[in-house]
């Protein structure tokens, strides 16, 4: 137990006593609502030197991070240069110091890559002797630990029906941030006949929930240093599977998206460069990327830059291009080989048919090659293959699985086969 007593004369903790009064009454007379106090002692001690420089910066994240997983009745306030105070209306100790220990560990992921659980520390307010807040100190890993433990015994039992809101915070602190991982799918290379390229994308799984992808997986896609963490954590996931597949003799070539944004800055793309230069040599044979976030009239001077960037590592360069064929000149001028057009979910062949045959002959007619995600259905594989694909990707390609696979011999004849398979008797 930490004995921790808080300076009365901080202005922001005498606004809120009388809040923090009315918790402790509540939870004495309902086991509810409680106070913890969130220290960011130990990303600073692991970001070092450059803690003075970036202190803002984990602040403004820190309190954004606070913002959306605190309800309006919940408050909070910085103490001192490294820490907050949380005061949760509903949630109790356990619950809560969840929710505080997760705004510390998606810190360390976003600045640092990795999370530290075992120094990522909560210490929750356990009663109160005079003047003085007597404080419990856990580590993220052992919250963890015993969240699991509880979440095994009791996930349908009375105590989820009697705690109501509590019971739903509790699931959502427990188990919203599941570990994000890269999962791979592949692309028909038509003219090849061939499943050989393996396009890369991370998923969050949800419990009870659909998953979260790509740049969704992040709290705000906005956040550039967010999405450059991201396309880091892709490029690592990516060729630490490969270099296991790649000595067991496996080979298959991967795409591996880039979003604008990491690219546009000198700052963040010196840094993935440098990501970039640590990957073995014998595997940049196998290496694509997929350019994404290009925004909509990008001169080709801009697209150039990035794709010069990327072509030193790696095969080859494709764009990924959300809705027209208006900016295909300028990624033709810009060297882009590969140009994907991204059907949304659930498109309708009727819609996206004429849009389909437009985008493949306007990329040939550039010296594009043509490609094709989101092919979910037998009939828009008809479409795209009628409309002259060379590169197609979607569920009804191929699902998206843990580990890419050995380079696979896929001709029409299989997917028309495929395709009566689907139709049924």
Known sequence: ???????????????????????????????????????????RERLGNRWPRVADRVHMLAERLLGQLLTPKDTWFRHGEEGYIVV??????????LVCGKVVEQLQRLLLGDVDTAAVRVHSAVHQVGRELVFQSNSLSEMLVG???QAAQSTADATAVETGKASAWWTHAALQEQPAQVVYRPIW?????????YMARIMRPRRGRQPLWGYDCINDSRDMQQILALDLEVLRQTMDVYGELYANQFRCFLSVPVHFETLASVGRRREYLAALQGIHRELLAFLAFHLVGLPQGIPSS????????????????TAVVESGSQDLPALAA?????????????????????ELKRFSHEATRLGLRAGVEGVDTAIMASYADEAGFQYM?????????????????????DLKARMDASRGP
Do not use: Y
Request: overall charge neutral; proline content about 6%.
């Open 1 to 43: 137990m930490d004995g921790l007593e808080l300076e009365p004369s901080s202005e922001q903790f005498l606004q809120a006593a009388p809040k923090l009064r009315a918790i402790f009454r509540a939870q004495n007379q309902a086991c509810a609502g409680s106070l913890h106090m969130v220290g960011l002692d130990s990303l």
């Open 88 to 97: 949760f209306a509903q949630l109790g100790q356990r619950e809560a110091g």
């Open 147 to 149: 969240a699991a433990a």
């Open 189 to 197: 290379d038509v003219r090849k006949e061939a499943l050989s390229i």
């Open 302 to 317: 801009r697209a150039a830059e990035m794709v010069g960037v990327l072509k030193q590592f790696s095969r080859v360069v």
């Open 334 to 354: 810009a060297g882009v080989h590969i140009a994907i057009i991204l059907l949304p979910p659930g498109a309708s062949p009727k819609h996206w048919g004429t």
């Open 393 to 413: 990707a979607g569920d009804f390609i191929g699902p998206w699985s843990e580990v890419p696979e050995n380079a696979l011999r896929f001709t029409r004849t």
